[in-house]
């Protein structure tokens, strides 16, 4: 999703292109991408000016919609979603703090968007080291 939402965004994008730039095997960038466009979080064109896209703005996918893209709802534990219960349920008293650390984590990463995961800058935040110590320049 990063390398799609840092190409230009009046165009698709195919596989091959991804898989290249990424450097991630193209059966894999084709399964990663099929989920994606069946989750929402893509649009894909057939033909041969085909390929794939954000349907979003950037500025307004989240992390947690991307990762619920493949793992389903964000849930640390059993007792947090919602659907489940656990034989311990009853006299567990560490199910509701559980329940406000697994939200805490879901609304991080939901306030976190797509558009922050982008790398706009050369500086890759590193210190450029001179290793010519103590040369006579």
């Not at 009046?10 to 989750?39: F, G």
């Not at 609304?107 to 797509?114: D, F, M, P, T, V």
């Not at 922050?116 to 210190?127: E, Q």
Request: charged share 25%; net charge negative; glycine share 6%.
């Amino acid at each position: 999703m990063t390398r799609i939402a840092a190409m230009e965004n009046d165009k698709s994008h195919t596989a091959k292109e991804i898989s290249t730039l990424s450097k991630i095997p193209l059966p894999t960038v084709t399964r990663l991408l099929k989920t994606l466009s069946n989750e929402g979080l893509l649009n894909s064109q057939r033909g041969s000016q085909g390929g794939y896209s954000l349907a979003q703005s950037p500025a307004t996918i989240s992390v947690a919609s991307i990762i619920e893209a493949f793992e389903g709802p964000i849930a640390l534990t059993d007792c947090t979603k919602e659907d489940d219960c656990c034989s311990y349920e009853s006299n567990c008293s560490a199910e509701e703090p559980w329940q406000k650390i697994n939200d805490i984590v879901k609304n991080s990463l939901e306030n976190i968007k797509l558009s922050s995961m982008i790398k706009t800058k050369k500086d890759d935040g590193f210190v450029q080291l001179n290793m010519n110590m103590g040369a006579k320049v």
